[in-house]
């Protein structure tokens, strides 16, 4: 079965204190795997995709790695801004959807 | 990316009846899609609206309940009917790209009493 899960459910850092978040999944053929920062009351907003292992991309405090059964999201220096839920999707599986995970919520302590 | 809009933002309805939820994109797609995010949930797709053509629903839902409507490549409405207390959730709406990449509303928040 198609599957995402993502560790920690919730992570409180200090402000500059680095960390990641985990994305495993379970997917055959995989075409893509996304990652999404949710703030509450707002749709997903798009961070990065990933399409093969080895696989990284940045975006200022943010870098997403991917290997052929999981994704990380290594935040360095956190930011109270960065507080927020993080989603990570992958693109492929039996039905060909995007499939979610259910999220780490990250709270950063200034 | 493109730019989504969603109305209302939210609502607060009462059970038994129907809300119809609009999605406005500002460019010509050709995949737009609904999701369902519960309380303390992640996002599960309902279906995929297609231009010209009955929409595409995933297993659980059917379109007596979620009829999606689809009339051209930039608007979609999704319409919550008959509802109850268990179809409290966010509905979103969202467009894949010619990259593969999926961009989403800013949602919809519904509150069935």
């Known amino acids: 079965e198609d599957q995402v899960t993502q560790s920690p459910e919730a992570l409180r850092l200090q402000e500059g204190e680095s960390s990641s978040l985990n994305c495993s999944y379970t997917?055959?053929?995989?075409?893509?795997l996304f990652w999404y920062r949710q703030d509450p009351g707002k749709g997903p907003e798009f961070l990065f995709t990933?399409?093969?292992a080895g696989e990284e991309k940045e975006k200022e405090r943010l870098k997403a790695t991917l290997t052929k059964k999981e994704s990380f999201l290594h935040i360095t220096a956190p930011k109270p801004e960065d507080s927020a839920t993080y989603l990570c999707a992958v693109y492929g599986g039996s039905q060909g959807n995007l499939i979610f995970g259910k999220g780490t919520k990250l709270s950063v302590k200034p | 990316s493109a730019v989504i809009s969603q109305k209302p933002s939210r609502d607060i309805c009462q059970r038994g009846t129907s809300l119809t939820i609009q999605c406005q994109v500002d460019s010509q797609v050709t995949m737009m899609f609904w999701y369902r995010q519960q309380p303390g949930q992640s996002l599960t797709l309902i279906a995929t609206?297609?231009?010209?053509?009955?929409?595409?629903?995933e297993s659980g839902f059917v379109i007596d309940k979620f009829p999606i409507s689809r009339p051209n490549l930039t608007f979609s409405t999704l319409t919550v009917s008959n509802m109850s207390p268990e179809d409290s959730s966010i509905y979103l709406c969202?467009?894949?790209?010619?990259?593969?990449?999926?961009?989403f509303g800013p949602g919809t928040r519904l509150t069935v009493l």
């Open positions: 997917v055959s053929g995989l075409r893509g």
């Open positions: 609206a297609n231009q010209g053509s009955e929409a595409t629903y």
């Open positions: 990933l399409y093969s």
């Open positions: 969202s467009v894949e790209e010619q990259s593969g990449e999926q961009f």
